[in-house]
């Protein structure tokens, strides 16, 4: 059984980075089928997609517009896991943070998440 | 970017009663459109996508319809475990994106 395991700090002060990681357990974060994502979700913005990262012979990362200025998503073969850093985060950034898998390229909707993390920006 | 609109915020539905919420693309679609269902303290759960191919393990009742910019997620017979939010998302459009969910409230 596939599963997600999500660790990192609740609590970040503003102009700090936000760092997070997801432990893939049951699949390979190397997949050849699958794609690792990073999606947050606050009453202000609802679910926003972030990014994902994904290995087809290579490397590939893909950033929202939104967060590209401040974001990196580094897959880790040797512990088969992704991290999210965000940086200069902003009380604006506070929200559930979730990591999700999908099947190809294509077919980019979410069938794993992880449980999710509430990451509150406050000083 | 593709905006979703789910014009329902909350639906009133009564335990054993047909459930029907809507959700509204800016462009088309296709058939790229995915629901999930989040209760409380948990992540989304994955129930349709491809608009009406039901994911493993989602009961029958629920079922997905449209095509294009139009699209609808009914619950035939409400069971007191589908009382949740509900959201669509396009993956046709880059970025994917999500609508603003449709809670399914006790009547």
């Known amino acids: 059984q596939v599963q997600l395991q999500q660790s990192g700090p609740g609590l970040v002060k503003p102009s700090q980075t936000l760092s997070l990681t997801c432990a893939i357990s049951?699949?390979?974060?190397?997949?050849?089928?699958?794609?690792w994502n990073w999606i947050r979700q606050s009453p202000s913005r609802g679910l926003e997609w972030l990014g994902r990262?994904?290995?087809?012979?290579?490397?590939?990362?893909d950033y929202a517009a939104s967060v590209e200025s401040r974001i990196t998503i580094t897959p880790d073969t040797s512990k088969n896991q992704l991290s999210l850093h965000l940086n200069s985060v902003t009380p604006d950034d506070t929200a559930v943070y979730y990591c999700?898998?999908?099947?190809?390229?294509?077919?980019?909707?979410?069938?794993?998440w992880g449980r999710g993390t509430l990451v509150t920006v406050s000083s | 970017e593709t905006v979703m609109t789910q014009s329902t915020a909350t639906l009133s539905v009564s335990p054993g009663e047909r459930a029907t919420l809507s959700c509204r693309a800016s462009?088309?679609?296709?058939?790229?459109l995915a629901w999930y269902q989040q209760k409380p303290g948990q992540a989304p759960r994955l129930l349709i996508y491809?608009?009406?191919t039901r994911a493993t393990g989602i009961p029958a009742r629920f079922s997905g319809s449209g095509s294009g910019t139009e699209f609808s997620l009914t619950i035939s017979s409400l069971q007191s475990e589908d009382f949740a939010v509900y959201y669509c998302?396009?993956?046709?459009?880059?970025?994917?994106?999500f609508g603003g969910g449709t809670k399914v409230e006790i009547k």
């Open positions: 999700a898998r999908n099947w190809g390229t294509v077919n980019w909707y979410f069938d794993l």
């Open positions: 049951g699949d390979s974060v190397s997949s050849n089928s699958a794609v």
């Open positions: 990262t994904y290995y087809r012979s290579k490397w590939y990362i």
């Open positions: 462009q088309t679609v296709y058939t790229n």
């Open positions: 491809g608009a009406f």
């Open positions: 998302q396009q993956y046709n459009n880059w970025p994917p994106g």
